[in-house]
């Protein structure tokens, strides 16, 4: 069965760094993009970021994102990663993983229809 698990979060103060990783069973995820979501209490679930698959490569950050997250394959053990530097209090939320069997990643794609098997999130607590 397809499963993804996302793990790595945590309580960091402002200005720390976190990195949350997305593992996958049942399937490789180099076959298939992969976009990172969060939803923060009382707010909609939003795109963060996506890879495309394996032999394209292609990244896409929300401006929220953009040079403080990167979204990387760690190629060999099935996973991929989300390097969040200089987290703000704004960036607290629970962190989810998700797959596109399209494979693609790019603006128009990171909105959550796009994506069809999701892990269970993890917290991530910025906060002094």
């Known amino acids: 069965q397809a499963q993804l698990v996302e793990s790595g979060g945590g309580l960091v103060q402002p200005g720390g760094s976190l990195r949350l990783s997305c593992s996958a069973s049942?399937?490789?995820?180099?076959?298939?993009?992969i976009g990172w979501f969060r939803q923060a209490p009382g707010k909609q679930r939003e795109g963060v970021g996506c890879?495309?698959?394996?032999?394209?490569?292609?990244?896409y950050y929300a401006d929220s994102a953009k040079g403080r997250f990167t979204i990387s394959r760690d190629h060999g053990v099935n996973t991929v990663s989300l390097q969040m530097n200089n987290l703000d209090v704004e960036d607290t939320a629970i962190y989810y993983c998700?797959?596109?069997?399209?494979?693609?990643?790019?603006?128009?794609?990171?909105?959550?229809?796009?994506?069809?098997?999701w892990g269970q999130g993890t917290q991530v607590t910025v906060s002094s």
């Open positions: 890879i495309g698959k394996a032999s394209d490569g292609s990244t």
């Open positions: 998700a797959t596109d069997r399209k494979g693609l990643c790019g603006k128009s794609t990171l909105v959550a229809v796009w994506y069809d098997v």
């Open positions: 049942g399937f490789a995820l180099e076959y298939y993009g």
